[in-house]
């Protein structure tokens, strides 16, 4: 199990205060490293169907970080980093109700 940093929790929380979606790029890159972040194993992840095009990226994104060798550590360190640099450029707001995640 991995112990999860406060600032990697508060950027989880603000990462669903932005006031306009990032960009495709900006998303994979959040989603590897939160996941390595999360300490989830990636030997154990499904690996997506061949036309799950979504799924794909989603899952290389993923692997980069793993095949970089990245610590737990380091990604919580990151995903903050990369949380506040979207606030800066797609907008943040404290009080905005997080919307309902979409598959």
């Known amino acids: 199990m991995?112990?999860?940093s406060p600032a990697f929790a508060k950027a989880q929380e603000d990462s669903k205060k932005l006031t306009s979606k990032p960009d495709n790029?900006?998303?994979l890159e959040l989603y590897g490293l939160f996941k390595v972040g999360n300490g989830e194993d990636f030997s154990?992840?499904?690996k997506p169907g061949m036309f799950d095009l979504k799924g794909?990226?989603?899952y290389q994104a993923w692997?980069?970080?793993v095949d970089e060798g990245v610590t737990p550590e380091a990604a919580q360190e990151r995903y903050a980093k990369k949380v506040e640099e979207l606030k800066?450029?797609?907008g943040f707001d404290p009080d905005k109700?997080?919307?309902a995640?979409?598959?």
């Open 44 to 46: 154990k992840a499904e």
């Open 101 to 103: 995640v979409k598959n």
């Open 63 to 65: 692997q980069k970080l």
């Open 25 to 27: 790029d900006h998303l």
């Open 56 to 58: 794909k990226y989603k």
């Open 2 to 4: 991995v112990d999860i």
């Open 88 to 90: 800066e450029t797609y």
């Open 97 to 99: 109700v997080p919307e």
